[in-house]
T-cell receptor
Framework: SQQGEEDPQALSIQEGENATMNCSYK?????LQWYRQNSGRGLVHLIL???NEREKHSGRLRVTLDTSKKSSSLLITASRAADTASYFC?????????WGAGTKLIIKP | NAGVTQTPKFRVLKTGQSMTLLCAQD?????MYWYRQDPGMGLRLIHY???????AKGEVPDGYNVSRLKKQNFLLGLESAAPSQTSVYFC??????????????FGSGTRLTVV
């Protein structure tokens, strides 16, 4: 069963623009993580936000968490061609990760 | 380079054949996982291990078996492959089930086709 659901399923923007992806989940969580997957490769851990945190930054990444709405968003600022990838959220509930289906992000030059 | 290594990277099997996927990590992680990834779906956990000699079922364990005889290796076996097992398989490892600092480290995947 999928806990996290990303929205939108696909996003295409111009290089330099900001990209926002959303993740909704169903049950209470300990933390929420975001991962990136380049085509044909494994997933790479980007950032983790704990359930008692509301916002977190890492370089050009900004993650927010709203536990009352059971949702999170990932913002990538000043997008680059290298950001083209699929992005997945994963929620840590009962100490196992449950994954959403991902958002496919395409950055157009 | 430290990380998670999966072999093979690609494989085509005939229905009913068996095979073993190997995952090796050199980070001294206690926890290891096997996932499958299908188009339009997130990762689904097949089996996992919380330490050498231990294994547990995940969300979709049927048709698969695993073994963790050595801490650094986690093997995924298909005894009698079926077309429904056509997928991309990922191995991952972590220091703990809830590694709140480092997250999971993934291998590059094995693309399996069962015909």
């Amino acid at each position: 069963s999928q806990q996290g659901e990303e929205d939108p399923q696909a996003l295409s923007i111009q290089e330099g623009e900001n990209a926002t992806m959303n993740c909704s989940y169903k049950t209470s969580i300990n933390n929420l993580q975001w991962y990136r997957q380049n085509s044909g490769r494994g997933l790479v851990h980007l950032i983790l936000i704990r359930s008692n945190e509301r916002e977190k930054h890492s370089g050009r990444l900004r993650v927010t968490l709203d536990t009352s709405k059971k949702s999170s968003s990932l913002l990538i600022t000043a997008s680059r061609a290298a950001d083209t990838a699929s992005y997945f959220c994963a929620t840590d509930s009962n100490y196992q990760l449950i994954w959403g289906a991902g958002t496919k992000l395409i950055i157009k030059p | 380079n430290a990380g998670v290594t999966q072999t093979p990277k690609f494989r085509v099997l005939k229905t009913g054949q068996s095979m073993t996927l190997l995952c090796a990590q050199d980070m001294n992680h206690e926890y290891m996982y096997w996932y499958r990834q299908d188009p339009g779906m997130g990762l689904r956990l097949i089996h996992y291990s919380v330490g050498e000699g231990t294994t547990a079922k995940g969300e979709v364990p049927d048709g698969y078996n695993v073994s963790r005889l050595k801490k650094q290796n986690f093997l995924l076996g298909l005894e009698s492959a079926a077309p429904s097992q056509t997928s991309v398989y990922f191995c991952a490892s972590s220091y703990s089930l809830a590694d709140v600092v480092r997250g999971y480290t993934f291998g590059s995947g094995t693309r399996l086709t069962v015909v």
